[in-house]
């Protein structure tokens, strides 16, 4: 049965079985959502700390799409409303490990270290389903809506700083949205020079990047 925020717009109740840090359901929520004024320079320490130890990390800018038209046909409540439920949504989705905040009024910035382009394009298509499934009813009419992100990946030597990775993501979510929303766009990594591989992993470099690939069922133990 799909979630819905009925009039009011009341939280949605989150399903299990469908990614994310398993907490779905529960009325806790398993991540902090970082504010303005903070997720920036934590975002810029995890971009040092992936340049350092030369893992990949992947910035996404996320946004409800026309969220300016629901805006004026609802007010300026039902924007604050539905940043709050999306908020509510990462925090219940995201792994323990990523950091999510507000970039601004109605933009996140959801921050995965160790995670390569592969792993967060199936991670963000995972959210953007979430929330495909809330609804809004208001009255007898019923109102989808969905998210557009923008995908940037630091890894390997492709940028040195922290604003360019960002700014790629940010034009990534244009892309998004101007091809119609309801859409993960990334932005492309340069093609390796020489044939080298843009991320080859060093013996003991510590964690690999999280690919987010569904996990085989466990099969009967072969005979001996």
Not at 45 to 73: H, N, Q, W
């Amino acid at each position: 049965m799909r979630n819905q925020i009925r009039r009011g717009f009341q939280a949605p109740q989150l399903r299990s079985g469908q990614g994310g840090s398993g907490r779905e359901g529960q009325d806790v929520s398993g991540l902090a959502i970082v504010g303005r004024s903070q997720i920036r320079q934590i975002a810029k320490m995890e971009f040092s700390r992936a340049k350092r130890y030369g893992y990949p990390l992947t910035l996404a800018v996320c946004r409800i799409d026309r969220i300016d038209s629901l805006t004026d046909l609802y007010g300026q409540a039902s924007r604050r409303l539905l940043m709050d439920r999306l908020s509510e949504l990462f925090a219940h989705r995201a792994r323990t490990t990523d950091v999510v905040g507000r970039l601004s009024e109605d933009r996140l910035l959801w921050v995965m270290p160790h995670t390569d382009l592969l792993g967060s394009q199936v991670a963000a298509d995972r959210m953007r389903l979430a929330i495909e499934s809330m609804e809004i009813q208001s009255g007898s009419k019923q109102i989808p809506v969905t998210l557009s992100m923008g995908l940037s990946c630091f890894v390997g030597d492709n940028t040195l700083f922290f604003d360019s990775i960002l700014y790629q993501a940010e034009k990534a979510l244009e892309r998004a949205q101007a091809m119609g929303g309801n859409l993960c766009e990334e932005h492309p990594l340069p093609k390796p020079e020489g044939g080298r591989q843009p991320y080859l992993p060093e013996q003991n470099e510590g964690p690999p990047p999280v690919s987010f690939r569904e996990e085989p069922e466990d099969s009967e133990e072969e005979e001996r």
